[in-house]
């Protein structure tokens, strides 16, 4: 089967690898350069688990074929922390029991991430729709959306 | 509010310090989660990692007239198809390993599929796309049969078989009957001194756990001729165990690890995925995928079954219930996984947190051509909880009183009498429903809120009153003829325990050898005899038996000596030893007992330990037999037996037997 190279950055690095034609991002991200922080949950769009950032906006890796992201920007959840130091989402998360087998965490932390930077005071509501998209089966949804607005919070005091 | 704390378990070695309560505390595994870098079986990577995928059955009940594959063989990137032959030993029961059940479904459906998405082929290929697409290009000639999907219907003599190990559609309990009966009291009496009578049918449907994480495993060969094995499951040493057996290899070759669920509620013990992968992995040489998509996790993943009851209840004019029965149908699906021990744990729950005197139950494992049922968070319990909640919202109506102050009128308090034979120790729920109340600022009448689970229990409260049994049910009857599913129905000749009968023991599994048992002295609050001998004592059949070897009933074969455990009576799992065989009472009058888990009281009644019926010829011990010589002492495996700890198997590895032991 034909292959396409592809050149792209994972969480600032300089990936390239040969993908093959109609391969998804998901699996490209997972088995081909073994960044495992994107979860397939349902592979047809409709859990959030795989949940990553593509030039900055939103997208569903099971549903983007990898071919498309030449030359983007790719962000995982694995590129969250600064090196030892983590995001103040994964602070909040970890304090606030927001993540219970783990398994939608990495992708509601893209999720909420991508909020705070277009919205760093959101409402509950807006945290609510923002995560609207990624199915969590264990802990129930308020423990989630407390972390976000805690983190939300403590971003805002730190930049003031 | 001052929290009194009841301990009859370590009672010196506890404090009441409890300084962790009310503290937030960190999960000591959620930094991996928010960094992305747990990992669940799917993260481990492999080279040359192929993929399997299932070919299954479209159609609720069809057997199999031809499978063409050559199309799927053809293709390029298909390494191999697994076919039922490729399964060493292509039958089990999930429960096997703790003796419970006899085998009845295969790994790989060979003849006739009995539900929806039973696999009847695998394939192995290069990805997973081409995994997909063979099976998509496998051609099955089916022949279409007709189903039953309702758990009545499947009970009529005209039923289509379902399972073909269990040709009534019900598991068999105790080898007697077809279903689990409970029986304290007499509920026909209770029902006559009623003011009310009140009746309520409820039906659960089935509910699938829907984990994050779909079932899965990943097999790889390691060097030193073993198999690892990366699995999704919740049951390790379970799915370890059944792939053992499945795949008849010792187990010590296989290197099991989980740990990291995606999510299970239940959903992940089936242990479906890993003999699957393993085998994959053994027949290719190479690491094999096995994970079920998201469409399979619905349609082919074992849901909580479903559920249908009926309780009949008899209510004094003051709201004490009386008298409360119950007919209970559990959706097995086509096999039984887990659904006949999910009834023995329901049955010992009813009638739930209530103290009523006259309390009978008949509860049926129902097969039908649905998903096979498994666990799922409380299954066995959740399910008849929500009918008897609303059953006792159907009386508080029907008696006109407060439904929080009857379910406090009726609620067990310590010392009381469980209907399964049973003290009620460390009851809450008079406080629960008091605290309920007060936040949900609904006012109580006067004596509700004075009552205490720790006064008025007991006493007369605590005594095992006369019951009253039939016979209605025994295996195969209802080939025969419909029979009245509910208890103590009208027409069936009825039997009677005295009063003071208490069941038997609640015993862990008997030990394999004699060195192994327990000392009584040592078991401490898990038997009767830890107790001070009070005047409970004479009524009370020791749960385990003082004396080796207890008195026999004649004319039954018996094991060798040697091989009597020292249990009298054999785990709750397996009480049809506890049970004298009908008609075997001496003289006249009742048999002795008639209900499952219930031994006569020491004294002249016939002695406790007796095969199942028609098993007098049968050479196959219920217990293992301690060495008396080299291998072949170990009793040959017999299909018609359950599978048991001891007996040599194939399929079962010597380490899972207890042969290693010696």
């Known amino acids: 089967m034909p292959k396409t190279p592809v050149t792209f950055t994972l969480n600032g690095a300089e990936t390239a690898l040969f993908v093959e034609q109609g391969a998804n991002l998901l699996d490209v991200l997972r088995r081909g350069v073994g960044e495992l922080s994107a979860k397939q949950g349902c592979a047809q769009g409709g859990c959030g688990a795989c949940t990553v950032r593509i030039d900055g906006a939103l997208h569903l890796a099971c549903l983007t074929l990898a071919e498309t992201v030449e030359g983007a920007a790719v962000e995982t959840a694995a590129g969250l922390a600064d090196g030892p130091t983590l995001h103040p989402l994964q602070t909040a998360f970890m304090e606030g029991f927001a993540a219970q087998c783990g398994y939608c965490t990495p992708g509601m932390l893209m999720a909420a991430s991508t909020l705070l930077e277009d919205t760093p005071n959101p409402t509950r509501d807006e945290v609510i729709e923002a995560i609207s998209g990624n199915l969590c089966r264990c802990t129930g949804y308020a423990p989630i959306v407390d972390a976000i607005l805690e983190a939300a919070s403590h971003m805002r005091r730190g930049a003031a | ?662």
């Open chain 2, 1 to 662: 509010m001052s929290i009194e704390f009841r301990k009859d378990l370590f009672a010196e070695e506890r404090d009441d310090r409890l300084n962790e309560i009310g503290q937030p505390r960190i999960r000591q595994d959620i930094l991996g989660h928010v960094t992305g870098r747990t990992r669940y079986y799917d993260d481990h990577l492999f080279d040359g990692l192929l993929h399997m995928r299932c070919v299954r059955s479209p159609h609720h009940n069809a057997r199999i007239r031809s499978i063409d594959t050559s199309a799927a063989e053809r293709m390029a990137g298909v390494v191999r198809l697994v076919r039922p032959r490729d399964v060493p030993h292509n039958i089990n029961t999930l429960l096997s390993l703790i003796g419970f059940g006899r085998d009845d479904e295969p790994l790989l459906q060979p003849e006739r599929c009995a539900y929806k998405g039973e696999p009847i082929l695998a394939i192995i290929a290069e990805t997973e796309r081409t995994a997909r697409e063979a099976c998509d290009a496998v051609r099955v000639d089916w022949e279409v049969l007709p189903h039953v999907l309702d758990v009545e219907a499947a009970l009529l003599p005209e039923a289509p078989v379902v399972n073909p190990e269990y040709p009534n559609n019900t598991f068999d309990y105790h080898d007697r009957y077809d279903h689990q009966k409970l029986r304290f009291g007499d509920i026909d009496a209770g029902f006559a001194a009623a003011d009310h009578i009140v009746e309520g049918e409820y039906q659960m449907s089935p509910i699938e756990q829907a984990p994050m994480e779909t079932c899965g495993a990943i097999a790889a060969p390691e060097t030193n001729d073993r198999f690892v094995c990366h699995t999704a499951t919740q049951a390790l040493f379970f799915s370890l165990g059944t792939t053992a057996k499945l795949l008849d290899m010792a187990s010590s070759r296989l290197h099991f690890i989980g740990g990291t669920v995606g999510g299970g509620f239940g959903g992940k013990v089936d242990s479906l995925t890993e003999p699957m992968a393993v085998l994959g992995a053994r027949l290719t040489g190479r690491p094999v995928k096995f994970a079920w998509d998201r469409p399979e996790e619905m349609q082919v993943g074992a849901p909580r079954g479903a559920e249908r009851w009926r309780i009949k209840d008899g209510v004094a004019a003051d709201g004490r219930i009386l008298a409360r029965s119950f007919t209970g149908f559990f959706d097995a699906g086509a096999y039984t996984r887990l659904s006949s021990y999910a009834i023995v744990k329901c049955v010992g729950h009813l009638p739930g947190p209530y103290t009523i005197p006259n309390v009978a139950a008949n509860v049926y494992c129902v097969y039908t051509n649905r998903t096979p049922a498994t666990a799922m968070r409380g299954f066995g319990i959740t399910g008849v909880d929500f009918a008897i909640e609303c059953q006792m919202d159907r009386v508080a109506r029907a008696v006109g009183i407060d439904p929080i102050a009857l379910r406090i009128l009726n609620a067990y308090r310590d010392g009381d009498m469980k209907a399964h034979r049973r003290e009620a120790k460390n009851t809450a729920l008079i406080e629960c429903a008091q605290v309920a109340a007060a936040k949900a600022g609904w006012t109580l009448p006067a004596e509700a809120l004075a009552a205490s689970s720790l006064r008025d229990g007991g006493v007369a409260r605590a005594e095992i009153p006369r019951t009253v049994t039939d016979q209605a049910g025994r295996i195969g009857e209802r080939r025969r003829a419909v029979q009245p599913p509910e208890p103590l129905a009208p027409g069936v000749p009825r039997g009677e325990i005295p009063a003071g009968t208490r069941g038997s023991a609640v015993v862990a599994a008997a030990p394999q050898r004699s060195d192994m048992a327990l000392d009584p002295t040592r078991i401490g609050h898990r038997t009767a005899l830890s107790q001070p001998a009070g005047p409970r004592a004479p009524a009370a059949a020791p749960p385990v038996s003082p004396s080796p070897t207890p008195p026999r009933a004649p004319s039954v074969a018996s094991p060798p000596p040697a091989a009597q455990p020292l249990y009298s009576t054999p785990p709750t799992f397996d009480p049809v030893t506890s049970q004298p065989s009908l008609g075997s009472a001496p003289g006249g009058g009742p048999p002795a007992s008639h209900v499952p888990g219930i031994t006569p009281p020491t004294g002249p009644q016939p002695k406790v330990t007796v095969p199942p019926t028609g098993a007098a010829g049968s050479s196959a011990p219920r217990h293992p037999e301690p060495p008396a010589g080299p291998a072949p002492t170990t009793p040959p495996h017999r299909s018609s037996e359950p599978f048991q700890r001891g007996v040599r198997r194939p399929g079962v590895s010597r380490f899972l037997s207890g042969a290693r032991r010696r």
